[in-house]
Nanobody, 119 residues
């Protein structure tokens, strides 16, 4: 069975950094587009970043503004999200997804990891 397990979330001060990880199992990791989404309280889930399956083409939401970097290690079946210069508005549950870059598109979701940016 497919499992995506996120880790690395936590509480960080504004301007700080976090590195999220998502370890995948039960699927052929290397053929999947891997994505990060987030959902803040009372808001819809939104796209954050995506990385293609082979050539490291990456895509980011406009609000990232060069602060986040998505990467993947196909030998470890893991995708990462390095987040720098964090802002309070980045507070959300962050989810990884294997598959469609669309929230409603097909794919597999992790259970999420909480990121809280607060002083």
């Amino acid at each position: 069975q497919v499992q995506l397990v996120e880790s690395g979330g936590g509480l960080v001060q504004p301007g700080g950094s976090l590195r999220l990880s998502c370890a995948a199992s039960g699927l052929t990791f290397g053929i999947y587009v891997m994505n990060w989404f987030r959902q803040a309280p009372g808001k819809e889930r939104e796209f954050v970043a995506s990385i293609s399956s082979s050539s490291p083409d990456t895509y980011y939401a406009n609000f990232v503004e060069g602060r986040f970097t998505i990467s993947r290690d196909n030998t470890k079946n893991t995708v990462y999200l390095q987040m720098n210069s964090l802002k309070p508005e980045d507070t959300a549950v962050y989810y990884c997804k294997a598959g469609s870059r669309s929230t409603r598109g097909g794919g597999y979701w992790g259970q999420g990891t909480q990121v809280t940016v607060s002083s």
